[in-house]
């Protein structure tokens, strides 16, 4: 990648509750080890290095989450881990992290990622956004597209127009369109068609693009917003911001911008991407034995196949003759879900909440 300023805005808000019990309202999945010796969002900001090294790297998280991001990311700048006072979806953070890049540098392009995602190799990943960066210096918006490996429900999808350019044999395309989740149908038909990828959800453009876009699709926001970016780094700030910020509509980048603007362009990514949306993802990441059977913490598992055991407590998980089930223990919570079912995991949040079981949420 480019030297020069290149920053990175990394969304890291997120509730995690696909991740439940593990993962909750003070400690989402951004926040823990699930896949190796850092956190998931200690693993972003790594991942891109050296390429954007933390002094260029602002975190968009929320009030509650706000804490414990700064204690992870110590080399990040304190005053570029921002908490949202409430979330308005990523219009909002795209339009507050955009002005506040600006004020660092007016000349800034800016890379959007997600905190939660598994990439490799970091390498390819840098090649990639550097592909990227080179896309928006001509103008336009730019997302990351992933070749779908199947026909998956859990994506929304870009599909891709004629090539514009090709570096490091990566491809730059403009966008057609972009869909939402398809049905079992859809998905193979976009899987065999080919001219379709998955939405990574990772975007580039240069800051003056992007505002001059949020200004002609959203101009409430820029109106709200850029009072408040001149505040940045005084006493008055979170005061503003929450005042600003809670009256804002809730609107996604994608319908705020991507379905409206003309000039996008999709980069086919040249790394392996994965969302980790569900403890489903985790079989796909975690070292198991020969029979398909992860085992983490104190578990045992006899007759066992294809299966996740999960121990987070001080008591054994004992296992016999389970085929494809995922356990997860913690010390106030079990999850029992058979493999291939875990996106319901949400609902059993959604339940709790109902119920207003905070204690376990």
Known sequence: MSEGSVYA???????????????????????????????????????LQPAIPPERVLVITTEALAEETRRQLPMVPERQIIAEPVGRDTAACVCLAALLVQRLDPQATMILLPADQVISPADAFQKTLSVGVEAAAS??????????????????????????????????????????????????????????????????????????????????LMQALSPVAETWGSEQFVGQLAEAYEPLEKISVDYALLENADDIKVVTAAFDWDDVGSWDALYDHLPADEEG?????????IDCVDSLLMSHTQQLIAGVGLQGMTVVATPDAILVVPKGKSQGVKQVVDHLKDQQRNEVL
Do not use: C
């Open 9 to 47: 805005v990394i969304m890291a808000g997120g509730s995690g509750t696909r991740f439940w019990p593990l993962s909750r309202g003070a400690k989402p999945k951004q926040l823990l080890n699930i896949l190796g010796d850092a956190t998931m969002i200690q693993a972003t900001v790594a991942r």
């Open 139 to 220: 103008g336009g918006l730019v997302t990351y597209g992933i070749a779908p490996r199947f026909p998956s429900t859990g994506y929304g999808y870009v599909q891709v127009a004629e090539e514009i350019s090709r570096s490091d044999a990566i491809a730059v395309n403009k966008v057609k369109r972009f869909v939402e989740k398809p049905d079992a149908a859809t998905a193979q038909e976009y899987l065999e068609d080919g001219s379709y990828r998955w939405n990574s959800g990772i975007f580039t453009w240069r800051t003056d693009v992007v505002l001059e876009a949020l200004s002609t699709h959203t101009p409430w």
């Open 293 to 301: 059977v992860i085992s983490t913490g104190d578990t045992v598992a």
